[in-house]
Protein backbone atom coordinates (compact mmCIF):
# COMPACT_ATOMS: atom_id res chain seq x y z
CA UNK A 1 0.00 0.00 0.00
CA UNK A 2 1.17 3.49 -0.46
CA UNK A 3 3.08 5.13 2.84
CA UNK A 4 4.61 8.60 3.14
CA UNK A 5 7.49 9.01 5.74
CA UNK A 6 8.05 12.49 6.43
CA UNK A 7 11.07 13.75 8.44
CA UNK A 8 13.25 17.08 9.23
CA UNK A 9 11.25 19.32 11.19
CA UNK A 10 11.84 20.89 14.28
CA UNK A 11 12.41 24.21 16.15
CA UNK A 12 14.39 27.03 14.42
CA UNK A 13 14.60 30.44 14.56
CA UNK A 14 13.15 33.04 12.64
CA UNK A 15 15.36 33.64 9.48
CA UNK A 16 16.58 30.07 9.83
CA UNK A 17 16.41 26.99 7.32
CA UNK A 18 15.18 23.69 7.56
CA UNK A 19 14.62 20.66 4.97
CA UNK A 20 11.90 18.57 5.00
CA UNK A 21 11.70 15.22 3.79
CA UNK A 22 8.77 12.60 2.52
CA UNK A 23 9.70 9.12 1.45
CA UNK A 24 7.22 7.22 -0.35
CA UNK A 25 6.83 3.98 -1.07
CA UNK A 26 4.01 1.22 -2.81
CA UNK A 27 3.91 3.52 -5.92
CA UNK A 28 5.51 4.37 -9.14
CA UNK A 29 6.90 7.63 -7.47
CA UNK A 30 8.18 9.17 -10.24
CA UNK A 31 4.41 9.20 -11.90
CA UNK A 32 3.29 11.34 -9.45
CA UNK A 33 2.46 14.88 -8.38
CA UNK A 34 3.78 15.24 -4.73
CA UNK A 35 3.05 18.33 -2.88
CA UNK A 36 3.77 19.60 0.48
CA UNK A 37 0.97 21.03 2.83
CA UNK A 38 0.71 22.57 6.10
CA UNK A 39 -1.46 23.29 8.96
CA UNK A 40 -1.29 25.40 11.93
CA UNK A 41 -3.24 25.42 14.86
CA UNK A 42 -6.73 26.39 14.23
CA UNK A 43 -6.25 26.84 10.98
CA UNK A 44 -7.32 24.99 7.87
CA UNK A 45 -4.79 22.87 5.77
CA UNK A 46 -3.56 25.00 3.43
CA UNK A 47 -1.24 23.55 0.31
CA UNK A 48 2.39 25.03 0.18
CA UNK A 49 4.36 23.83 -2.87
CA UNK A 50 4.11 21.13 -5.56
CA UNK A 51 6.23 19.45 -8.15
CA UNK A 52 4.99 17.43 -11.07
CA UNK A 53 6.34 14.12 -12.48
CA UNK A 54 8.08 16.93 -14.74
CA UNK A 55 9.67 18.56 -12.07
CA UNK A 56 7.20 21.74 -12.84
CA UNK A 57 6.68 23.66 -8.81
CA UNK A 58 4.31 26.07 -7.82
CA UNK A 59 3.55 28.01 -4.89
CA UNK A 60 1.66 29.32 -1.86
CA UNK A 61 2.12 33.24 -2.57
CA UNK A 62 3.33 33.18 1.46
CA UNK A 63 6.50 30.95 0.66
CA UNK A 64 7.82 32.07 -2.87
CA UNK A 65 11.31 33.13 -2.99
CA UNK A 66 11.74 31.21 0.01
CA UNK A 67 10.51 27.62 -0.09
CA UNK A 68 11.97 25.17 -2.88
CA UNK A 69 10.47 21.59 -3.52
CA UNK A 70 12.39 19.03 -4.91
CA UNK A 71 12.04 15.65 -5.74
CA UNK A 72 14.18 12.01 -6.17
CA UNK A 73 13.15 10.16 -7.98
CA UNK A 74 15.64 7.14 -7.74
CA UNK A 75 14.68 7.74 -3.81
CA UNK A 76 10.99 7.92 -3.88
CA UNK A 77 11.40 11.27 -2.08
CA UNK A 78 10.23 15.25 -2.35
CA UNK A 79 11.89 17.62 -0.66
CA UNK A 80 10.87 20.74 1.04
CA UNK A 81 13.82 22.98 1.59
CA UNK A 82 12.44 26.05 3.75
CA UNK A 83 14.92 29.35 4.14
CA UNK A 84 14.11 32.59 5.82
CA UNK A 85 11.89 31.47 8.34
CA UNK A 86 9.02 32.94 10.20
CA UNK A 87 6.77 32.37 12.64
CA UNK A 88 4.06 32.15 11.05
CA UNK A 89 5.30 29.17 9.02
CA UNK A 90 4.81 27.32 12.25
CA UNK A 91 2.64 24.29 11.61
CA UNK A 92 2.74 20.65 10.99
CA UNK A 93 4.00 19.61 7.43
CA UNK A 94 2.02 16.91 5.51
CA UNK A 95 3.10 15.40 2.17
CA UNK A 96 0.37 14.20 -0.16
CA UNK A 97 -0.37 12.06 -3.25
CA UNK A 98 -3.33 11.98 -4.94
CA UNK A 99 -3.40 8.32 -6.46
CA UNK A 100 -6.06 7.95 -8.48
CA UNK A 101 -9.19 9.41 -6.39
CA UNK A 102 -7.34 8.57 -2.90
CA UNK A 103 -5.74 11.21 -1.30
CA UNK A 104 -2.87 9.95 0.72
CA UNK A 105 -1.24 11.91 3.59
CA UNK A 106 2.05 10.96 5.68
CA UNK A 107 1.89 11.54 9.77
CA UNK A 108 3.36 15.17 9.37
CA UNK A 109 6.49 16.31 10.93
CA UNK A 110 6.54 19.73 13.58
CA UNK A 111 7.96 23.04 12.58
CA UNK A 112 8.42 25.22 15.20
CA UNK A 113 9.42 28.73 14.29
CA UNK A 114 10.70 30.72 17.47
CA UNK A 115 13.46 32.86 19.11
Known amino acids: QVQLVESGGGLVQPGGSLRLACAASGIMFSRYVMRWYRQAPGKQRELVAA???????NYADSVKGRFTISRDNAKSTVYLQMNSLKPEDAAVYYC?????????WGQGTQVTVSS
Open 96 to 104: NILVGFRDY
Open 51 to 57: ITSGDST
